[in-house]
């Protein structure tokens, strides 16, 4: 049971109420907006809550327990600090967004209704819709460590080792040619194989979208040059000029990390694990592998 300030519901018991709905915007970076849908703006807290922006909220939904709530709020791109490239570039991924009740004639009568994550956001040419997913949306994710194949750590982290900095990881480059939004020609690559970049990750150091980045689907090397596609196209164009450091990509499987980064050690995955043809087989009297030794021999 959610308990109201004395002066909120002294207020929301009157005959007439002034409310209106303001929202807290928190990014991963640490800046703070304030959006409201009133006709004007509203300020506590220490933030400026900008009005005409359009924001709207759908109808919520709550329940007992630990099931997910989901909520939808949606707004035109007329926000200076709400653009289409910062939702493009990820700036607002997993946001935390608060939902606070106010009454806009006497803002310290507000009560926080709801607290959350921003989950898929979908966008148009001039307005967004953000899913908010309650708290409970934690519990839905994987923790731990998997037992799988692959590796489950990342590279360059703690527990791969690899200085993902290194020459012979990270190269730069120039783009030359620009072939369709998500591939162009680039230079500076040449002392680099094949694929070498491929599931890696590029940042963009000069040019419309300096500063962004995004992963490497390809990498091909070729008589006509070099090529580079992303997986996604940038927020802004690429255009001939702009400026680019990448590094390598790894598949997370033992052989690429041995051969590859020479890094076998620190692999965070289990190559040996029995497939499902091993765990539902049986031992068989006249099965000669069948002698008590270990499968992988020694």
């Not at 018991?13 to 304030?34: I, Q």
């Not at 959006?35 to 900008?50: K, M, P, Q, S, Y």
């Not at 040619?177 to 020609?185: G, I, N, P, Q, Y």
């Not at 289990?270 to 992988?296: C, E, K, L, T, V």
Request: glycine share 12%.
């Amino acid at each position: 049971m959610r308990t109201l300030p004395s002066g909120l519901e002294a207020h929301l018991a009157g005959g007439v109420t002034t409310l209106c709905w303001c929202w807290t915007l928190t990014t991963h970076d640490g800046r703070v907006m304030g959006f409201t849908d009133h006709d004007r703006d509203i300020a506590f807290d220490g933030v400026t809550f900008e009005a005409a922006t359009g924001f709207d909220g759908t109808e919520s939904e709550s329940s007992l327990g630990l099931g997910v709530d989901n909520l939808d709020v949606s707004a035109m791109l007329r926000s200076d600090r709400l653009n289409e490239a910062d939702l493009a570039a990820g700036v607002f991924d997993n946001a935390l967004i608060e939902m606070w009740l106010v009454n806009w004639q006497a803002p310290a009568e507000r009560a926080l209704m709801r607290r959350g994550n921003l989950g898929e956001v979908t966008r148009s040419t001039h307005a967004f819709s953000a899913e908010v997913r309650g708290l409970a949306h934690r519990l839905d994710q994987t923790t731990g460590r998997l037992y799988r194949h692959g590796c489950d750590a990342d590279l360059g982290d703690a527990r791969c080792g690899i200085d993902p900095e290194s020459p012979v990881y990270r190269g730069t480059g120039t783009v030359v040619r620009v072939e369709d939004s998500h591939r162009f020609a680039v230079t500076g690559l040449e002392a680099f194989a094949d694929g070498w970049f491929a599931r890696g990750r590029l940042v963009w150091t000069h040019g419309a979208n300096e500063g962004r980045a995004m992963e490497v689907k390809v990498h091909r090397v070729a008589a006509s040059g070099t090529v580079i596609g992303l997986w996604q196209a940038m927020a802004d164009p690429v255009e001939a000029g702009d400026g680019f450091a990448v590094t390598a990509g790894c598949d997370k499987q033992f052989s690429t990390c041995r051969g590859k980064f020479a890094n076998g050690y620190n692999f965070r995955g289990f190559p040996q694990m029995p497939g499902n043809d091993f765990a539902i087989s049986y031992p068989r009297r006249d099965d000669p592998d069948n002698d008590g030794n270990s499968r992988w021999g020694g």
